[in-house]
């Protein structure tokens, strides 16, 4: 499995659970079929910057650090108004047309944010195509970027 899958697998299994401890990732991802030792999730913990938080359950648990994910929508919504031509859906497809220069930028930020409807991201200088999971996850991924344009 790549990185970024066990990466995005360990964002889900925070979502879904209190994870204590480096010894309950791995086992986890063992049970829905990845096979990892304790130092790749130690290294996967430091390279997402995941956060100890205190759990409703007593002692800690793993998250996401919020701060970086508001930054990061914040920057998208700001590449977005600064920058967006035109949008446009084909099937599972999102083509969306930038300002010249802007495509590398706003492709970069789109992955940051690890969607889940967002299967993949290619982009050139002026254009960025982001494949969907589905059709309908496609209409939604134009909608929320329609939503992030200033009027």
């Keep these: 499995m790549k990185k970024r899958d066990r990466q995005h697998m360990i964002k889900q299994l925070i ?47 793993y998250s996401l650090p ?23 859906v084909q099937d599972k497809n999102v083509l969306i047309k930038v300002s010249p220069g802007s495509g590398a930028v706003l492709s970069s930020l789109v992955e940051k944010m690890n969607y889940d409807s967002v299967f993949g991201v290619l982009c050139d200088d002026n254009t960025v195509l982001i494949i969907c999971v589905s059709d309908a996850a496609a209409i939604e991924f134009r909608d929320k970027i329609n939503q992030l344009v200033v009027k």
């Design 15 to 61: 979502s879904k659970e209190a994870i204590r401890n480096q010894a309950e990732f791995v086992k986890m991802l063992d049970e829905v079929g990845v096979k990892v030792t304790q130092a790749t999730v130690s290294r996967d913990i430091k390279e997402m910057r995941l956060v100890k938080v205190p759990s409703r359950l007593g002692g800690y648990k």
């Design 66 to 88: 919020q701060e970086k994910r508001i930054n990061i929508e914040k920057k998208l919504q700001q590449a977005v108004d600064d920058s967006l031509i035109s949008i446009a």
